[in-house]
């Protein structure tokens, strides 16, 4: 596994197309519209592409026969030479890259568990799900849910930064300003202060991937339902698509994306890499 200098970004955009699988955090590192990394076989003619987003989610893709790259990447997944200090979370594409991953780990790769995380020197293997939308059935949820009872607004410059959680804008973009000029967010206030926020993660072509946070102590409340259906909304009106991925084990996002309107599609091994 070779870093890939920035300048030769542009020769991976290509490969990337091939991959049918939710890529756009791939795509937004490959783009250069966020900070990450692109680790190759051979900077001068790769075959075999591992990209890692700053959010710790990464993408391995291309060729499965090079030895060199992968006894260096059974290392890096294992993180038998301590190179990550962060959590990862990997999928791999195509399928038979997951037969591929399969055996370099052997018995070091396990089922996923239910909480804390994977055991030291052990992958835990979890499953992706990706969704289509469907706008029919949107449209249907959008006539019926109740009108909110609290301020949705368009999340500024101030808002990126107060608001609080795992999944948030700051950990999508570079900075307040690329996500004011470049990305899109709602967010709705209790009190004047901002409780859930949906906004675009990645941005790429006519499609925009969906992330939300609400705040643990304004859950359960239909606040997630609401900011999401302002920025789907917003996707219907500048036509573009909304894009929705979560983890299956991830029950209140995967009945969310439903909720909204979203049909799962593709289901593919996730892999959380150890720390």
């Not at 301590?82 to 018995?107: C, F, M, V």
């Not at 006539?143 to 959680?165: D, F, P, Q, W």
């Not at 259906?229 to 219907?236: A, G, K, M, N, Q």
């Amino acid at each position: 596994m070779i870093l890939l200098p920035k300048t030769y970004y542009g020769n991976v955009s290509e490969p990337l197309k091939d991959v049918k699988v939710n890529h756009l955090f791939a795509r937004a590192v490959v783009e250069k519209k966020v900070r990450g990394s692109l680790f190759v076989d051979d900077p001068e003619d790769p075959s075999v592409f591992y990209v890692v987003h700053p959010y710790g989610m990464s993408l391995l893709f291309g060729a499965r026969d090079s030895e060199g790259f992968n006894n260096k990447l059974k290392d890096y997944l294992l993180n038998t030479n301590r190179e990550r200090n962060g959590a990862e979370w990997l999928q791999a594409y195509p399928g038979d890259w997951n037969t591929k991953i399969s055996e370099l780990l052997d018995h070091r790769l396990i089922k996923a568990g239910i909480t804390g995380n994977p055991a030291i020197g052990m992958v835990e293997e979890n499953t992706r799900v990706n969704f289509r939308f469907n706008r029919s059935k949107y449209l249907v949820f959008r006539r019926n849910i109740k009108n909110c009872a609290y301020a949705i607004v368009h999340t500024s410059h101030e808002l990126y930064g107060e608001m609080k959680g795992s999944v948030v804008p700051q950990y999508f973009w570079d900075s307040a300003d690329d996500f004011c000029r470049y990305g899109v967010g709602f967010t709705l206030l209790v009190k004047e202060k901002p409780v859930s926020t949906a906004y675009s993660a990645y941005i790429s072509g006519n499609q925009l991937e969906m992330g939300i946070e609400t705040m643990e102590a304004f859950r359960g409340k239909g606040f997630a339902l609401h900011t999401c259906s302002s920025l789907i909304d917003y996707c219907l009106e500048n036509n573009y698509e909304p894009v929705w991925s979560c983890r299956m084990e991830n029950a209140g996002s995967f009945k969310l994306a439903h909720k909204l309107g979203f049909e799962p599609t593709v289901t593919l091994p996730y892999y959380r890499l150890p720390v």
